[in-house]
């Protein structure tokens, strides 16, 4: 357990291409119960994972104070402790409180930086969408010209500095639809959203290109939409990596000028 | 509506302090309703909303083609449509699936950048906590450090290139929690919670840092645990700004080598 993983990539510079291990962090998701009744599960990366419980259901205001709460202990797999389940439990008193509580709230929130895709277990995922077959490719060319092509499309990008960027293009480098938010993941939900009230997916003959970070919830939109192919300027998690690997999809960060790496499915990288 | 909003700060270069209007990413709470009745919220930057409703239900498998979607529209706010809130209808068929699976769903999922905490909405906020009266201050020189001593204490940040980190500091520049994640949330989550276990919350002499944007739940979740003062290397959305204002907060951005941004409450930068 650590936040980083080791990772085989390819690392193309230019006209050379090598095979290299690399460090991506670590993401995997952690289930949180309330008194052995699953209460949410969290993206995150491993490590420090009872005060990240116990923070989280403190600005969730189920832990008002430190009194409110009784134990955090990871559930048992058989006889290892599943490092990915935690289960606390509160104090008689904020329990019925907290009972009453969860029974009034109606609906839930997303934050600026996702959707609740999450939602749906990889499990369910699996189950339901098959690997993305595309036989499309992309120049390397047209792959590091991206970041520019977004850029230009979006006026107001960096303006304030604060605003994440996706871009949906062909594999001519034509741009279909472009969306900023606050939030890298309302970015692309906008964008393929568009294109779903436009009656034109599954979108298998385009690139996904995201500014910042490409996380699980990233790759599993674009494995949703059909998308064969997901580049951004920055670095993959661990778990957006199994799952592009799993899904079919031609995963590509740290675009960069004439460099950029490769975390999955390099064939459709001509 | 754009995705920027103008905001005086107080921009701080060496040892002159100008006030000045600058630019915010707007960041705003879309409720998503389904069939009239609350399904989501989602914080986001307005602009382009009906593709988000649209991408995000695709994401959440409500939507699962074109054909599932009824229509996307506004509320009403007596005669104007509320911006801030849409309707989705589904076809009947899918409508009655919908149903369906919705009442099998047991829990929510939080994804990588974020807890759930807009779950409460800013009104049970401010109905719930009382405005930090905090009368601590941090000294310039040493908000200015805050970076490198954060980046003292995390070895590993950076290695992977996809690590946020946060760190409480107490006045003197003291590290007293430090933590790493792929979410900037879980990272401040982890703090917080650590914190908590150790019964040492309100944390009112207290300065929370953190590495990237300072969105609206960073400032709520320094709310909850009493703190007078929040400082990040990059941008706050105009909700964070306007929530620090409320809150009685101390908010700070773009903190680099000698200079920073003020937003909100400057007494306590001294």
Redesign the interface.
């Known amino acids: 357990m ?3 993983r080791s990772v085989e990539i390819f690392r193309v510079r230019g006209s050379s291409r090598e095979r290299v291990v690399d ?5 995997e ?1 952690l289930e949180v119960r309330l008194h052995g ?9 491993p ?2 994972d ?7 259901l ?4 189920i ?1 008002r ?2 009194d409110d ?1 009784g134990t ?1 202990e990871h559930c048992r797999d058989g006889d290892a402790p599943a490092q990915n389940v935690l289960n606390v439990t509160l104090t008689e008193d904020r329990r019925e409180g907290v009972d009453a509580a969860l029974a009034d ?16 277990a990889i499990e369910t995922l699996r189950a ?1 969408l098959d690997p993305v077959a595309s036989q499309y490719g992309l120049a390397v060319a047209l792959l590091t010209s991206l970041p520019i092509r977004l850029r230009k499309a979006q006026p ?1 990008f960096d ?5 994440h960027a996706a871009g949906l293009f062909d594999m001519t480098g034509r741009l279909l639809a472009a ?8 970015a ?7 294109m ?4 034109r ?1 599954p979108l298998s003959s385009n690139v996904l290109f995201v500014s910042g ?1 490409t ?3 990233i790759v ?2 674009a494995w ?2 059909g998308i064969p192919l997901v580049a951004s300027v ?4 661990s778990l957006a990596i199994e799952v592009a690997e799993e899904a079919g999809i031609t995963l590509v960060g ?1 675009v960069r000028d004439e460099a950029f790496n490769i975390y999955a499915h390099p064939g459709r990288i001509l």
């Open positions: 650590g936040p980083a460090h991506a962090v670590a993401e998701p009744r699953p209460f949410a599960t969290i993206m995150r990366t490590g420090d009872r005060s990240l419980a116990a923070g989280f403190f600005a969730e205001r832990l104070t430190a709460l955090i709230r109606r609906h839930v929130t997303s934050n600026a930086s996702g959707g609740l895709c999450g939602r749906l339901e107001l303006a304030t500095g604060g605003l969306a900023e938010d606050i939030g890298r993941h309302n692309v939900d906008k964008v393929i959203g568009r779903l009230i436009e009656e997916l970070r996380s699980f919830e599993q939109k949703c939409a920055s670095a993959a998690s740290f």
